[in-house]
């Protein structure tokens, strides 16, 4: 028997980084996955684990609509999240709302949809992905990105406190800096930038006291764990795993 044998997980952004070890790791714990993402090819190889997969654009109401009748999940774990660069200076109106949208408005759209099944059964888990550059830090150049986060801390919080008594969950996990395709993008990024890839490397990975980025795997785990019964006694929390960041 896995952490989550008998429950039907859906997972936005699966495609990659920490949503698909996510939906590795729930589907070693028994769970049925349903791995979803914007990028159909992205999804293909995890069928060879027996999880289902499907397009599904977390900034498409039609699609979120689509996908939760047909998952009809236990466990929501919502990861889609776009990390802009910038200060309240460089930030446009067009980013602003790109972010909202597809940070935090995507989590409206799916908790909207899955709350219905959740009700009738009694029961059910939503996990968020928020990051400890929210509410909880400040990061250099992430304006927008910190401030769609804490809104995920708040909305997460408001969906504990009105469906605590129908034994539904949710609580938002918030990671400091995890290794993963889009990660790397601003590495590289930041280091042309500054003319130096190394630098760049030491500027991220020194803001974790532990000197090193997490796996994509670590923060999976504490996914499995939020969306398993055995942390039935937590819910509306913001769960910190940073390497240090803000202790
Ligand atoms: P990533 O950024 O490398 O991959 C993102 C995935 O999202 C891609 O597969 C992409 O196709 C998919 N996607 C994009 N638009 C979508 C849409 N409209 N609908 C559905 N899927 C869509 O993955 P990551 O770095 O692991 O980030 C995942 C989440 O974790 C994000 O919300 C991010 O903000 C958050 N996070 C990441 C870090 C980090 O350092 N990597 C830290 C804290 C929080």
């Known amino acids: 028997m896995g952490r989550l044998t008998g429950k039907r997980a859906l ?4 495609g990659q980084g920490i949503g698909r070890a996510s939906a590795l790791a729930m589907a070693s714990e028994g769970a049925q996955v349903f791995a979803t993402d914007i990028n159909a090819a992205a999804l293909d190889d995890l069928i060879a684990d027996g999880i289902e997969t499907f ?3 977390a900034r498409d109401t039609d699609s979120v609509n689509l996908g939760m009748a047909r998952a009809q999940p236990d466990v929501v774990f919502n990861c889609a999240g776009f990390v ?6 460089e930030a446009t109106d067009d980013d602003w709302d790109f972010a909202f949208d597809l940070n935090v408005r995507s989590m409206f759209r799916t908790i909207r949809a899955a709350l ?3 009700v009738d059964r009694g029961s059910g888990s939503i996990v968020n992905m928020s990051s400890v550059c929210s509410s909880i830090v400040g990061a250099p150049n992430r304006f927008i990105y910190g401030t769609t986060k804490a809104a995920v801390i708040g909305m997460t919080k408001s969906v504990a406190i009105d469906y605590v008594a129908k034994g539904i969950r949710c609580n938002c ?4 800096t995890v290794e993963s395709p889009s990660w790397h993008d601003r590495v590289k990024a ?3 930038q500054i003319g130096s890839y190394d630098a760049a490397m030491q500027q991220f990975v020194s803001r974790q006291p532990m000197g090193r980025v997490a ?3 670590e923060v999976a785990a504490l996914v499995v764990y939020l969306s398993a019964d055995e942390s039935g006694f937590t ?3 913001a769960h910190v795993i940073d390497g240090g960041w803000s202790s």
């Open 11 to 14: 997972v936005t952004a699966a």
């Open 55 to 57: 397009v599904l654009d």
């Open 84 to 89: 802009h660069n910038g200060t309240i200076q």
């Open 116 to 118: 219905p099944g959740m």
């Open 173 to 176: 996990i918030c990671p400091g």
């Open 190 to 192: 930041l280091g042309e």
């Open 215 to 217: 796996k994509a795997e």
């Open 235 to 237: 819910t509306g929390q």
